[in-house]
């Protein structure tokens, strides 16, 4: 069974500063697909940034990277220049290739100090 | 239109009670998904639809009943709820079910259940 372990429960960054969130899966599947999903207080989970497995480059969205690392099955988030919305739980996500659910971390509560 | 809508926001009833709860997409997804999620907890799938078919129960105790009218529309309907059922109900939705490319999924806002 698939798995997906975010070993950082809760993280703090500066305004303005860079923060890396960790994100390793555990799978035998070659093609998947792997999110990051952001929560705010609010509530409704909004998708952050997708990478497809078969695809060697790092996604990218404005302030938002990943680094895939799929023989270290790691999918790490960094994002740059934080701005106090971002503060949130952010949940990495995982789904096989054609797979109908999918299965996400524990999640990691990111904190943004003004 | 490009979200989910769920209704309602907030429910509050007791362990004898029948409520259902909504969730609308007009994106054309064919995938819809029942998720419950508790405080500082990640969601745990609980249903999902594909072309309006059950095809996924993740051993969800059957006084939770889903149903699917239509391709736009997916119900859960309550009843003899316990207080441990109390939690976020998130419904989501993604274009395509089965073998296709990526899809990520489409989140509702949630409804706040809590079982008195």
């Known amino acids: 069974a698939q798995t997906v372990t975010q070993s950082q429960p809760e993280m703090s960054v500066q305004e303005a500063e860079t923060v890396t969130l960790s994100c390793t899966y555990d799978?035998?599947?070659?093609?998947?697909?792997l999110f990051w999903y952001k929560q705010p207080p609010s509530r409704q989970m909004i998708l952050v940034i997708r990478?497809?497995?078969?695809?060697?480059q790092n996604a990218t969205e404005n302030r938002f990277s990943v680094n895939f690392q799929k023989a270290a099955k790691s999918f790490s988030l960094k994002i740059s220049d934080s701005q106090l919305g971002d503060a949130a739980m952010y949940f990495c996500a995982y789904r096989t290739e054609g797979g109908n659910d999918m299965r996400f971390g524990a999640g990691t509560r990111l904190t943004v100090k003004p | 239109d490009t979200e989910v809508t769920q209704t309602p926001k907030h429910l509050v009833m007791g362990m004898t009670n029948k409520k259902s709860l909504k969730c609308e997409q007009h994106m054309g997804h064919r995938a819809m998904y029942w998720y419950k999620q508790k405080a500082k907890k990640p969601p745990e799938l609980m249903f999902v639809?594909?072309?309006?078919?059950?095809?996924i129960n993740e051993s969800v105790p059957s006084r939770f009943s889903p149903e699917c009218p239509n391709s736009s529309l997916l119900n859960l309907h309550l009843h003899a709820l316990q207080p441990e059922d109390s939690a976020l109900y998130l419904c989501?939705?993604?274009?395509?079910?089965?073998?296709?490319?990526?899809?990520?999924?489409?989140f509702g806002p949630g409804t706040r259940l809590t079982v008195l």
């Open positions: 639809y594909s072309y309006e078919k059950l095809s």
């Open positions: 990478q497809e497995a078969y695809k060697q």
């Open positions: 799978t035998s599947e070659s093609d998947y697909y």
């Open positions: 989501a939705s993604s274009p395509r079910g089965g073998r296709t490319s990526y899809n990520e999924q489409f």
